[in-house]
């Protein structure tokens, strides 16, 4: 069971560490230091945990720190969290939290569960079977209509049962909600240009902000209807493993006000996070299924706003990362886009409506590398049309299909239709409020008009990305492709034909329009691409 923590505020901008704690970690990533003496340990840690993988069991240690909004200083403080996050966590995953043990120190040896006074605590887990988290499982396109009917039932359940009184009420009061919204983007202003543009953060807090100010009565419906309850507090995807019971894990133990809101705020995460990795379908059947569970229909005109909630806490969050002295640079560069996708997808929610990019350029300026990369980093829904047209075809996506050009199933006829399709594709995630790229030459005026159009009847953004390559570096990679796997037909001839059909981009605004260079590296360019989103 791995500890992928995430909280929803801080105040500190900097983990704290000591000599002890650096000797402690060391000390137990040595199997002797296990009373069931695994083979080897794993290790790992959060900013506020350390976490060794010992066999069949995980030792969660919490870590000395104070980051404002959590306080793990003394050894009193942890073990009070420990035992704290044992109680709480059988709510929802009674059979993996076994309990607190003591780490104690003989003989200049750290142990787990021995005997003496305690110079730390740990709290003790079953490990989870890895192959049945719901965060790979839709990586792996694994998940399904009927485990998001599952987890419905499941958190539809727990909140019926979950303790609701006068002070956990007050924390849906939307003098508490807003200073929480508040908090969120004063504590992300530090990374304004990192993780998040001004021009974007400016739309979700004037999306949020519009929001409480239009929908008062609603709020208040909320604690008239008793919607406010103790609940996970931190319900995304890698804290859901379905094993028979359905274990929902790592709830937040460490400060309450973390824990208590609204209902739909929980499902809001969830659903939140289910977008991330593009499932918007499941997002909308686990949604579905939590109001015929729970029979609250008023959810529904809060999720939208919890989404976008949601989306901002997490960015931030990822966002805290780059402070940390103890994280690796490459784990910073990971949290950099991670939390940039999070703020993507709160702009999304916030502006009610999709993002287009609509790649243009001739084959062999980069276009598809580009795109792929900008969906492996922000979650965007890639339509390429090499794809589409072979699979109109029936033929294999990846397999070489030779025609000359303007013949086959190069002829106007079948590139029209591609396009046509294409944009029916785009439509349906842009009316879900998706990110969609295009990837295709789009060397007509027409062909990028009629993209802009599609964008333009849904009210989403769009941004044409045209990519340009020195004439002997694409004819260069189309010969290296037509010797690889490719869903590209791409070679010489084509991009010949393309050469002498092309037209200039004269349709699209300044605003609307950017020109890259396959001469920059993809990095630099993706992150040309992600400020004017």
């Known amino acids: 069971m791995?500890?992928?923590?995430?909280?929803?505020?801080?105040?500190?901008?900097?983990?704290?560490?000591?000599?002890?704690?650096?000797?402690?970690?060391?000390?137990?990533?040595?199997?002797e230091a296990y009373p069931h003496k695994p083979e080897s340990v794993g290790f790992g840690q959060t900013q506020m945990s350390l976490l060794f993988f010992a066999g069949e069991y995980v030792y969660k240690v919490k870590k000395p720190v104070n980051l404002g909004y959590l306080d793990y200083s003394t050894l009193d403080d942890r073990h009070r969290f420990c035992v704290r996050e044992v109680e709480l966590n059988r709510r929802l995953c009674?059979?993996?939290?076994?309990g607190v043990v003591p780490i104690v120190q003989v003989a200049g040896q750290y142990t787990f569960e021995g005997t003496g006074?305690?110079?730390?605590?740990?709290?003790?887990?079953?490990?989870?079977?890895q192959d049945r988290m719901l965060d790979g499982l839709l990586s792996r396109h694994l998940a399904t209509e009927a485990m998001m009917d599952a987890i419905a039932t499941r958190v539809a359940s727990f909140h019926l049962h979950s303790e609701s009184n006068a002070d956990i009420s007050s924390f849906g009061d939307l003098s508490t909600i807003r200073r929480?919204?508040?908090?969120?983007?004063?504590?992300?202003?530090?990374?304004?240009?990192?993780?998040?543009?001004?021009?974007?953060?400016?739309?979700?807090?004037?999306?949020t902000n519009g929001f409480m100010q239009a929908h008062e009565p609603l709020f208040a419906q909320r604690l008239t209807d008793s919607?406010?309850?103790?609940?996970?507090?931190?319900?995304?995807?890698?804290?859901?493993?379905?094993?028979?019971?359905?274990?929902?894990?790592?709830?937040?133990?460490?400060?309450?006000?973390?824990?208590?809101?609204?209902?739909?705020?929980?499902?809001?995460?969830?659903?939140?996070?289910?977008?991330?990795?593009?499932?918007?379908?499941?997002?909308?059947?686990?949604?579905?299924?939590?109001?015929?569970?729970?029979?609250?229909?008023?959810?529904e005109a809060l999720i939208r706003f919890y989404t976008c909630y949601r989306a901002v806490v997490r960015g931030k969050v990822e966002g805290f990362k780059l402070a940390d002295a103890l994280m690796p640079e490459e784990d910073k560069k990971t949290a950099t886009w991670l939390a940039r996708k999070y703020f993507h997808l709160a702009a999304g929610y916030a502006r009610g409506s999709g993002m287009l990019i609509v790649m243009s350029g001739l084959t062999g300026s980069g276009k598809s590398t580009i795109a792929h990369e900008l969906q492996r980093l922000l979650g965007c829904t890639v339509i390429s049309a090499d794809a589409v047209r072979k699979q109109l075809a029936g033929i294999p996506v990846d397999e070489h299909h030779y025609d000359r050009f303007n013949e086959g199933l190069y002829t106007p006829e079948w590139t029209q239709r591609t396009y046509d399709e294409m944009l029916t594709q785009a439509n349906a995630v842009l009316s879900k409020g998706?990110?969609?790229?295009?990837?295709?030459?789009?060397?007509?005026?027409?062909?990028?008009?009629?993209?802009?159009?599609?964008a333009a009847a849904i009210g989403s953004r769009v941004l044409l990305v045209e990519c340009v390559a020195p004439y002997e570096v694409m004819l260069q990679r189309l010969q290296a492709r037509q010797a690889g796997i490719?869903?590209?037909?791409?070679?010489?001839?084509?991009?010949?034909?393309?050469?002498?059909?092309?037209?200039?981009?004269?349709?699209?605004?300044?605003?609307?329009?950017?020109?890259?260079?396959?001469?920059?590296?993809?990095?630099?360019i993706v992150e040309q691409i992600w400020r004017r989103m």
């Open 117 to 129: 006074d305690p110079v730390e605590y740990a709290v003790k887990m079953r490990r989870l079977p």
């Open 434 to 454: 998706g990110c969609a790229i295009l990837d295709a030459s789009f060397l007509s005026a027409r062909r990028r008009s009629d993209a802009r159009q599609v």
């Open 227 to 299: 919607r406010i309850k103790d609940c996970h507090g931190d319900l995304h995807a890698a804290h859901v493993c379905m094993t028979d019971d359905i274990c929902i894990y790592d709830c937040i133990e460490f400060n309450d006000r973390f824990r208590y809101g609204d209902v739909a705020s929980e499902v809001a995460f969830l659903a939140m996070d289910l977008d991330r990795f593009g499932r918007r379908d499941l997002s909308r059947t686990f949604v579905d299924s939590y109001k015929r569970s729970s029979k609250d229909e008023g959810i």
């Open 180 to 207: 929480n919204t508040d908090e969120n983007f004063e504590q992300t202003e530090p990374n304004i240009g990192i993780t998040v543009t001004e021009s974007t953060l400016e739309v979700i807090r004037d999306y």
């Open 94 to 98: 009674s059979d993996t939290y076994l």
């Open 2 to 31: 791995p500890d992928r923590h995430s909280s929803s505020h801080r105040e500190s901008d900097r983990t704290t560490t000591n000599t002890q704690t650096e000797e402690l970690t060391g000390a137990l990533r040595l199997p």
């Open 486 to 524: 490719s869903a590209s037909d791409g070679r010489p001839e084509i991009l010949h034909g393309q050469m002498e059909t092309r037209e200039p981009v004269t349709e699209f605004g300044i605003e609307e329009h950017m020109t890259v260079s396959a001469e920059q590296d993809t990095t630099t």
